[in-house]
C-alpha cells in the first residue's frame, strides 16, 4: 500500500490525490481521501485506481487545508471497499482517521483481546485494531492515546492519522516500511508532507526532507511540527523487497536512488552469474519495467548490448496486483510482446527482478524462445523468494512460492529456460549498501551506516525480524 499526508495547503484534497496517483504502483484495488478543516472530517473511498476514483465533484467535496490517503493492495482482508482506506470514526472524543501501509503479527491476538472488552470491529483490516486501541487508552491527551496504541502493535506499519487538528505520522521501530517527509511552499506558507516514496513529493513540488526515522512519531499541528521516539529502541530492518521491486525507480529511499541501487544489484547479478561459455551472438533483454534497471548493470558490467526484446503495452496494470489468478494468467499475454527483431538467432539472457510463483517467467521464456531466440538464461536479480511476507506485501503462500518447493535445477526445468541463476543474499544485501551507505553520510539520521544487518530479509531467508507469538501463528504457517 501507499500512503500520502499533507497539512497547511489550500488545495489539500487535489495535493493527496496527485500524490496518490504518483504511488499508484504501491496499490491498485482501492483507495481513498480523508480531508479537514478543523472542524470535522470529510471523506471519499473508491475501489480502483485514483484517476477513475475520484472526479472534480469528488475532490471538492474534501474541504480543508489537511488531509491523508490510501493506495490499497489487499495483503490482510479481502477486496471490498469496506476495507479501503483511510478508515474514520467519530467518537465522544471527536473524528480520526487512520491510513497504513504494512502489516500488524499480532493482529488476531489484538483483535481476540478487543473483541473481549467489548470492540465491534467493522472491517476484517488489521487496521481497525489501531483506533479501538486508540479508543480504549487510559491516557488522557490525544497524542499521548496515539502513542500507546502503536506502542501496544507488532509488525510492520507506516502509519498516518488526521484528526481535527493534527496530523500524525509514525514508523515502526524496525522501519520495515519506508515513509518520507517533505516541505511544500504555497505562497508564504510552509506545509508538510509525509509520504511512502517522494515520488509523490515530486509532482506536487514539494521538497523531500528526509526518512521518517524507524520508531519515530511526527505531530505536526499548527504550532509547527514535533518529532519523539516513544517506542522501544530496535536496529533498522529496512525491508529489501523495496530496492528490489515495490518502490518506484526514481524513489529516494534512505538516502538511497532505487534506480541506482538496481544497477548494482544488475552488476552483481553479470559478476556472480555470467552467460555460460557458448556459441553466438548474445543479448541482455530486461523484463520490462521491473527488470529495465538491473538488465542495464548486467549489460554495462558484462559488456553484453542491452536490447529491448519485449515490448511492454502500458495499458493494462501491474498483473501480480490483481487479485484473481485468473485475471493474472490472462495479464502476462495482455501485457508483454516479444521483439523478434532484437532476439531471432540470439542467445538471450532475460533479466528480472524476482520470480514469484514463477507462472510468469515460464511464458516469458516460451515466448522469446517462439520468437526465434537460439538459447534463453534467465537472470534474477533477487535471490529465490521462498518465504511469505508478513510485514505487508503480498506473496503467496510457501506452497505457491516456486523456490520453496524446487531447487534451482528443477526450477530451470519448469521455466524451459538453458539456465537460471539468482542473486545471491549477499550480493542483494552488499549491492544495496554499496549505494545507501554512502548517500546518507551527513544526511539526517545518516550517521549510523547501514551495516549487513539493517535489512528484512525474511523472503528470501526465512529470517523474520519481528518474532510471531506462539499463540498467533501467521496464516500461512498453519
Ligand atoms: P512469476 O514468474 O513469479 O509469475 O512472476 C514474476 C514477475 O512478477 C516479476 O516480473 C516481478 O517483477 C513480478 N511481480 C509483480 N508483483 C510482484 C509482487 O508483489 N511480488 C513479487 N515478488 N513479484 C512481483
Ligand atoms: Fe520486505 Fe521480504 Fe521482509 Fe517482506 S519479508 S518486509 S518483502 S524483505
Ligand atoms: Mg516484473
Same mark, same amino acid.
Not at 534512505?254 to 556472480?272: D, F, I, T
Not at 498483473?319 to 540470439?346: C, M, Y
Not at 510457501?398 to 545471491?424: F, K, N
Given at each position: ?39 470535522? /472530517? ?34 490482510? &482482508? &479481502? ?8 478508515? &474514520? ?20 491476538? +489484538?483483535?481476540?483481546? +478487543? ?44 502509519? /498516518? ?17 519506508? +515513509?518520507? /517527509? ?14 511512502? *516514496? ?13 526518512? !521518517?526515522?524507524?520508531?519515530? +512519531? ?50 552483481? /547479478? ?7 561459455? &557458448? ?12 527488470? !529495465? ?141 554499496? !549505494? *545507501? ?42
Amino acid at each position: 500500500c501507499g500512503v500520502f499526508g499533507i497539512f497547511g495547503h489550500p488545495e489539500a484534497a487535489n495535493m493527496a490525490y496527485l500524490g496518490l496517483h504518483a504511488l499508484q504502483h504501491r496499490g491498485q484495488e482501492a483507495c481513498g481521501i480523508v480531508s479537514t478543516d478543523g472542524e470535522r /472530517l470529510y471523506s471519499h473511498r473508491a475501489m480502483g485506481r485514483v484517476q477513475a476514483a475520484f472526479d472534480p465533484q469528488a475532490l471538492t467535496s474534501l474541504h480543508g487545508d489537511r488531509a491523508i490517503g490510501h493506495v490499497r493492495y489487499s495483503t490482510a &482482508g &479481502g477486496s471490498h471497499l469496506k476495507n479501503a482506506q483511510p478508515i &474514520g470514526v467519530d467518537w465522544a472524543r471527536g473524528s480520526l482517521a487512520v491510513a497504513h501501509n504494512g502489516n500488524l503479527t499480532n493482529f488476531e491476538a +489484538l483483535r481476540d483481546r +478487543l473483541e473481549a472488552r467489548g470492540s465491534i470491529f467493522q472491517t476484517v483490516a488489521d487496521t481497525e485494531s489501531v483506533l479501538h486501541l486508540i479508543a480504549l487508552s487510559q491516557v488522557e491527551d490525544p497524542e499521548g492515546r496515539i502513542a500507546d496504541a502503536l506502542g501496544q502493535l507488532e509488525g510492520a506499519y507506516s502509519i /498516518l492519522f488526521l484528526d481535527e487538528r493534527r496530523l500524525i505520522a509514525a514508523r515502526d521501530p524496525l522501519g520495515i516500511r519506508p +515513509l518520507c /517527509l517533505g516541505i511544500i511552499e504555497h505562497d508564504d506558507r510552509t506545509g508538510y508532507v509525509i509520504a511512502s *516514496e517522494p515520488t509523490a513529493f515530486d509532482l506536487i513540488g514539494a521538497r523531500l526532507v528526509r526518512d !521518517v526515522l524507524p520508531g519515530e +512519531l511526527i505531530i505536526i499541528d499548527e504550532g509547527g511540527m514535533r518529532s519523539s521516539f516513544p517506542f522501544r529502541r530496535a536496529e533498522r530492518k529496512m525491508c529489501l523487497f523495496e530496492y528490489v521491486y515495490f518502490a518506484r525507480p526514481d524513489s529516494i529511499l534512505e538516502g538511497a536512488n532505487v534506480y541506482e541501487v538496481r544497477k548494482a544489484l544488475g552488476r552483481r /547479478l553479470a559478476v556472480e552469474q555470467p552467460l555460460p561459455p &557458448g556459441e553466438g551472438e548474445a543479448v541482455v533483454v530486461p523484463v520490462p519495467d521491473s527488470g !529495465v534497471p538491473a538488465a542495464i548493470g548486467f549489460a554495462g558490467q558484462s559488456g553484453l548490448p542491452f536490447e529491448m526484446g519485449l515490448i511492454r503495452s502500458h495499458y493494462v496494470g501491474r498483473t501480480f496486483i490483481e487479485p484473481q489468478q485468473s485475471i493474472r494468467h490472462f495479464g502476462v499475454r495482455l501485457k508483454l510482446n516479444p521483439n523478434r527483431a532484437a532476439i531471432e538467432g540470439k542467445r538471450v539472457i532475460v533479466v528480472d527482478d524476482s520470480i514469484v510463483r514463477g507462472t510468469t517467467s515460464r511464458k516469458i521464456v516460451k515466448m522469446i524462445r517462439d520468437a526465434g531466440a537460439r538459447e534463453v538464461h534467465v537472470r534474477i536479480s533477487s535471490p529465490p523468494t521462498r518465504w511469505p511476507c508478513y510485514y505487508g506485501i503480498d506473496t503467496p503462500t510457501r506452497a505457491e512460492l516456486i523456490a520453496s518447493t524446487h531447487d534451482l535445477q528443477e526450477i530451470s526445468q519448469y521455466l524451459t529456460a538453458d539456465s537460471v541463476g539468482y542473486l545471491s543474499l549477499e550480493g542483494l544485501v552488499n549491492g544495496v549498501r554499496s !549505494v *545507501e551507505a554512502p548517500a546518507r553520510v551527513g544526511t539526517p539520521g545518516g550517521s549510523t551506516p547501514p551495516g549487513p544487518d539493517s535489512y528484512c530479509h525474511a523472503c528470501f531467508s526465512g529470517s523474520y525480524p519481528v518474532p510471531f507469538t506462539p499463540s498467533s501463528p501467521p496464516r500461512h504457517l498453519r
